[in-house]
């Protein structure tokens, strides 16, 4: 998972234009392995700590510049768009930065399909820095969160403390994210962002608003196109059967796992990594 991420990034930079920090928290697969294959500008950093917030913390203790960039591993984007995010901070008060999202669904299941059509059609959902991730920061934009409270949904939280002229979400800048494969592992996407949103919510000096979806929202994607309303529908049932798994995982001590969706995280096909591999060869020689 994390080669499909670093390739396009090691190996199509100038030397020292970045910095690139891996920090794997608690793996137990071969990330670490995969990640030093890569060798320099790739920097690994290990914890035993299953946190992403310890992990964010631990990276940002070694990196040395900014603007500084926050990338999941199960996400791919280019080092061009990298550049874009970059720019995009130059604009008199931005402060943060983010690109466009790119979701194939068409392998998805039809309830994946439908939930992610509604979703991507919310108001908080297009303008906000969250679901993306992605976020770049300038130095300015980094004082503003270093001292938010860590909470799973940190890439929410964080794009709660700008107000939506301080954020950008840059033309010409796209991450592809890989979206669930199946309803169980969508299921397990929303528990976890239920139970973030809760944090955030309950957190001490965290920002006012936490972007929750309202009634109108879905009730005018509905008005503006008529097919979306059985999709309104399904989307609004997962909402409710997260909301209550999420109660269900509080109630019993649970709300601090992973909750992850492994189906997106699958490996490279043989196709690909034989391609990547000849890249590198070529780049090698």
């Given at each position: 998972?994390?080669?499909?991420?670093?390739?396009?990034?090691?190996?199509?930079?100038?030397?020292?234009?970045?910095?690139?920090?891996?920090?794997?928290?608690?793996?137990?697969?071969?990330?670490?392995?995969?990640?030093?294959?890569?060798?320099?500008?790739?920097?690994?950093?290990?914890?035993?700590?299953?946190?992403?917030?310890?992990?964010?913390?631990?990276?940002?203790?070694?990196?040395?510049?900014?603007?500084?960039?926050?990338?999941?591993?199960?996400?791919?984007?280019?080092?061009?768009?990298?550049?874009?995010?970059?720019?995009?901070?130059?604009?008199?008060?931005?402060?943060?930065?983010?690109?466009?999202?790119?979701?194939?669904?068409?392998?998805?299941?039809?309830?994946v399909r439908w939930w992610y059509e509604v979703w991507s059609r919310l108001p908080e959902?297009?303008?906000?820095?969250?679901?993306?991730?992605?976020?770049?920061?300038?130095?300015?934009?980094?004082?503003?969160?270093?001292?938010?409270?860590?909470?799973?949904?940190?890439?929410?939280?964080?794009?709660?403390?700008?107000?939506?002229?301080?954020?950008?979400?840059?033309?010409?800048?796209?991450?592809?994210?890989?979206?669930?494969?199946?309803?169980?592992?969508?299921?397990?996407?929303?528990?976890?962002?239920?139970?973030?949103?809760?944090?955030?919510?309950?957190?001490?000096?965290?920002?006012?608003?936490?972007?929750?979806?309202?009634?109108?929202?879905?009730?005018?994607?509905?008005?503006?196109?008529?097919?979306?309303?059985?999709?309104?529908?399904?989307f609004v049932a997962v909402s409710i059967l997260a909301r209550l798994k999420a109660r269900?995982?509080?109630?019993?001590?649970?709300?601090?796992?992973?909750?992850?969706?492994?189906?997106?995280?699958?490996?490279?096909?043989?196709?690909?990594?034989?391609?990547?591999?000849?890249?590198v060869s070529k780049l090698t020689k």
């Open positions: 998972m994390i080669g499909r991420l670093l390739g396009p990034l090691a190996f199509t930079t100038d030397a020292g234009e970045l910095e690139i920090i891996v920090v794997a928290n608690g793996c137990t697969d071969d990330t670490v392995e995969v990640a030093r294959s890569f060798g320099p500008p790739v920097r690994v950093v290990s914890t035993p700590v299953a946190s992403k917030a310890a992990a964010l913390a631990a990276g940002d203790e070694i990196a040395a510049g900014f603007p500084r960039v926050y990338i999941d591993a199960d996400v791919e984007l280019e080092a061009d768009d990298l550049r874009v995010l970059a720019k995009a901070l130059l604009h008199p008060g931005i402060l943060a930065t983010a690109p466009q999202r790119e979701l194939p669904l068409a392998d998805s299941p039809w309830l959902v297009e303008h906000g820095l969250f679901g993306r991730g992605v976020i770049c920061l300038s130095e300015a934009g980094y004082e503003r969160i270093a001292e938010l409270p860590p909470v799973i949904a940190d890439d929410l939280i964080t794009s709660l403390a700008f107000a939506q002229s301080e954020r950008m979400i840059a033309d010409g800048a796209r991450v592809l994210i890989h979206p669930p494969r199946t309803v169980t592992d969508l299921l397990r996407r929303r528990v976890r962002a239920v139970v973030g949103v809760r944090q955030v919510e309950q957190a001490a000096d965290a920002p006012g608003s936490t972007a929750r979806t309202q009634m109108g929202d879905l009730l005018a994607i509905a008005r503006r196109s008529p097919t979306m309303t059985v999709k309104v529908a399904v269900r995982a509080t109630a019993r001590g649970e709300s601090s796992t992973w909750l992850r969706d492994e189906s997106s995280r699958m490996g490279a096909t043989k196709e690909q990594v034989e391609a990547a591999a000849d890249s």
